[in-house]
């Protein structure tokens, strides 16, 4: 493989935070706010890499979804999602992500943002993936896990999800 090719993920593929956030040298992510946050402060968290656009129909439809999921696992303090922006314009970027209580990798880091699109395979937004906290890729379908199960699909794992899936089974067919 070529130095500037990047390789594609896949599930159950496991990440170094440091080096997946740092592929263009910058050490911190930010707030709405404007605070910068260092990556040693999401050690030991799950992450979800969020990517959207504030032109994105669905990805505004989405996004408060995803909003009350945050939310309510916040307090766990455990779970973290980070922006990773579509935005082509820092303005666009800046109103989209006023709303949103997560971070975001910076606007004007790009190179970052790049290259987690293409090691994500990211054809389309909203698109979520869920790492877990050593940096395994738990999911590439948490758009659908959120929408499925919101908070309750927490923590992620494929078990976890096995056993929702089981759930709303059974309570269909107790219905019928």
Request: proline share 3%.
């Amino acid at each position: 493989m070529a130095a500037n090719e990047v390789a594609e993920a896949t599930k159950g593929d496991c990440y170094d935070l440091n080096s997946l956030l740092t592929h263009s040298g910058w050490d911190f992510l930010v707030r709405n706010n404007g605070e910068e946050v260092k990556f040693d402060k999401l050690r030991g968290k799950k992450l979800g890499l969020y990517f959207s656009g504030s032109w994105c129909g669905p990805c505004q439809r989405f996004t408060p979804e995803l909003i009350e999921a945050y939310n309510e696992l916040s307090s766990k303090g455990d779970f973290e999602i980070i922006l990773v922006s579509a935005d082509v314009y820092a303005e666009s970027f800046n109103e989209y992500f006023s709303k949103m209580p997560w971070l975001a990798v910076p606007f004007s880091d790009s190179e970052t943002g790049d290259h987690l699109n293409e090691l994500f395979k990211v054809q389309g937004v909203p698109h979520l993936v869920i790492l877990d906290e050593k940096g395994k890729i738990l999911s590439d379908e948490g758009v659908n896990i959120m929408l499925d199960y919101g908070a309750k699909g927490y923590p992620f794992t494929s078990e976890r999800i096995k056993e929702l899936m089981e759930q709303k089974e059974a309570a269909k067919k107790e219905q019928s």
